[in-house]
T-cell receptor, first 115, second 112 residues
Framework: ETGVTQTPRHLVMGMTNKKSLKCEQH?????MYWYKQSAKKPLELMFV???????ENNSVPSRFSPECPNSSHLFLHLHTLQPEDSALYLC??????????????FGPGTRLTVT | QQQVKQSPQSLIVQKGGISIINCAYE??????FPWYQQFPGKGPALLIA?????SEKKEGRFTISFNKSAKQFSLHIMDSQPGDSATYFC???????????FGSGTKLNVKP
């Protein structure tokens, strides 16, 4: 285990539902990330939080809403999703922001299916 | 536009063979090139990484070869084992996890 946990591991939701993904790390890291992983495509960085402040939003549709109440927890609130949003959603954390100095640790992901 | 192009998409290697995965990039400002390994049901994990001022880095059976002039880098897995069967991602970064670009992945299957 990497020390980054994600719940739920699997989620099936209809297009009109509202659900939330949860990520938790107890590594003492200051930065947390949401990625979208679709089959045969590069991982897409969605959001970055550093010391609870959002520092990156890569043109993600507003139907995805992140929340970072503290440095250990990160949420991704979902509403009115589309079938093309079905993917593996990965959470990650790192102590610092420079990849050459700090390692990024990934959780196991939440497999989301939108019906 | 994809910042890092990875090939092949899938690879089958016999046990004991050499697995080679290639990546190419365009942005010469990239300053760090990591490789990640992902097993089914798990998130990616850092495997090995290289800076552009080094042409080769070796850690155990894993070697990165870096060709700055060609803007290419590759992962070599020597003496491939069935336990190496996983999906491998190359990546390139501009000094910040906010500017971190992954390849599309290579699914490696090492046959016993």
């Amino acid at each position: 285990e990497t020390g980054v946990t994600q719940t739920p591991r699997h989620l099936v939701m209809g297009m009109t539902n509202k659900k939330s993904l949860k990520c938790e790390q107890h590594l003492g890291h200051n930065a947390m990330y949401w990625y979208k992983q679709s089959a045969k495509k590069p991982l897409e960085l969605m959001f970055v939080y550093n010391f609870k402040e959002q520092t990156e939003n890569n043109s993600v549709p507003s139907r995805f809403s992140p929340e970072c109440p503290n440095s250990s927890h990160l949420f991704l609130h979902l509403h009115t999703l589309q079938p093309e949003d079905s993917a593996l959603y990965l959470c990650a954390s790192s102590l610092g922001r420079d990849p050459s100095s700090y390692e990024q640790y990934f959780g196991p992901g939440t497999r989301l299916t939108v019906t | 536009q994809q910042q890092v192009k990875q090939s092949p998409q899938s690879l089958i290697v016999q046990k004991g063979g050499i697995s080679i995965i290639n990546c190419a990039y365009e942005n010469t400002a990239f300053d760090y090139f990591p490789w990640y390994q992902q097993f089914p049901g798990k998130g990616p994990a850092l495997l090995i990484a290289i800076r552009p001022d080094v042409s080769e880095k070796k850690e155990g059976r894993f070697t990165i070869s870096f060709n700055k002039s060609a803007k290419q880098f590759s992962l070599h897995i020597m003496d491939s084992q069935p336990g190496d069967s996983a999906t491998y991602f190359c990546a390139a970064t501009l000094g910040n996890f906010n500017k971190f670009y992954f390849g599309s992945g290579t699914k490696l299957n090492v046959k016993p």
